[in-house]
């Protein structure tokens, strides 16, 4: 089993985002794709980009997996801190259409892990 973090903002995705994630993701906002839809969205070309170690994530992570998610302050709800523990479900990494993960669970840290502990 593989960790990984995901870090997601509160940021409207129409005002942030470049058109290929706009068109692929369902929440409004950047964290809404984990927090409402149990998933997590890169498009391409993105997803492939070198650098972050962000590729060889992508082509490493397998169902099982677990994840922890890191909201920015800008997540109202959840802000600066470690929120969730995402378990992979399904993974989908498509040339065109970008890299999915779909989570089998989404499990909410109580109490959360602040920034200032980590």
């Not at 903002?9 to 794709?33: L, V």
């Not at 969730?84 to 989570?103: K, P, Q, Y």
Request: aromatic residues 12%; glycine residues 10%; hydrophobic residues 35%.
């Amino acid at each position: 089993m593989t960790g990984f973090l995901i870090q997601v903002s509160g940021h409207p995705i129409k005002e942030k985002a470049a058109p290929a994630y706009i068109e692929g993701a369902k929440g409004t906002r950047f964290c809404d794709e984990p927090l409402r839809h149990g998933e997590y969205f890169n498009a391409s070309p993105f997803w492939k980009r070198e650098g972050f170690g962000r590729y060889e994530a992508w082509q490493t992570i397998s169902s099982g997996d677990v994840g922890l998610l890191y909201c920015t302050s800008s997540v109202d709800e959840h802000g600066a801190c470690l929120s969730h523990l995402l378990t992979v479900g399904e993974i989908n990494r498509n040339e065109h259409d970008g890299a999915r993960l779909n989570f089998s669970s989404v499990q909410e840290l109580i109490p959360k892990v602040p920034y200032s502990d980590i």
